[in-house]
């Protein structure tokens, strides 16, 4: 099959239902997990919309042939203005094993860097075998783990941090998040 060509672009009205939706039902298919992940992914997504601030939130859409095939957020940590949390990472199973995956780790990655952020955080699961090997590629380090039960699993939960480096002295972070 040839290679497809991806383009990436912010959220617009609609996307973030979809989002909700594909969360919802990969997770359901590939995991088994139940209607309180949905639950949870709507109430991120919905923090996201309400709460959006461009300078500090992104959303990132992946298309192939004008179809969404992926997508990931970053956001502000709500309780730790330099830290970036990112979230809801998904690639449709069509457009996997190509780097896109890596893509939209890369893309948040150096927004945060722009941004001013200071730190990275995600939290996983432990079988999500394939985001795994994404962050460690990205510098992520695992920090955390905990058992929960969660979305009708017994379920390994994670965090894991990437530190950026300040700007340069003299060149000034173009975000709100430093105080
Ligand atoms: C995780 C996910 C985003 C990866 O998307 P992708 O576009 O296939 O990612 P990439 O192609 O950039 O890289 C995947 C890497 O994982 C590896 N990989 C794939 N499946 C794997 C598995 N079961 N075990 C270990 N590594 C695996 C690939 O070989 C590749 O590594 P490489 O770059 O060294 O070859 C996608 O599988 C997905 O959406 N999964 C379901 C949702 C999910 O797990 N999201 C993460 C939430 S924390």
Redesign the pocket.
Known sequence: MAPQTITLRPHHPGDIGWIIHRQAA??AE?YGYNNDFEALVAQVATHFLVHYNPARDRCWIAEADDQPV?HVFLVQHPDQPTTAKLR????ESS??????????VNECVQFAREAGYLKIT?W??SD???????YQ?AGFHLVHEERHESFGKQLIGQTWDLYLDPPPPGEPSHLSVRE
């Open positions: 990969v997770y590939e992926g809801l990472l998904l690639v457009a996997r094993g190509t780097g896109l995956g890596s893509m939209l995600l996983t699961q999500l075998h394939a985001a795994r090997k994404i590629k």
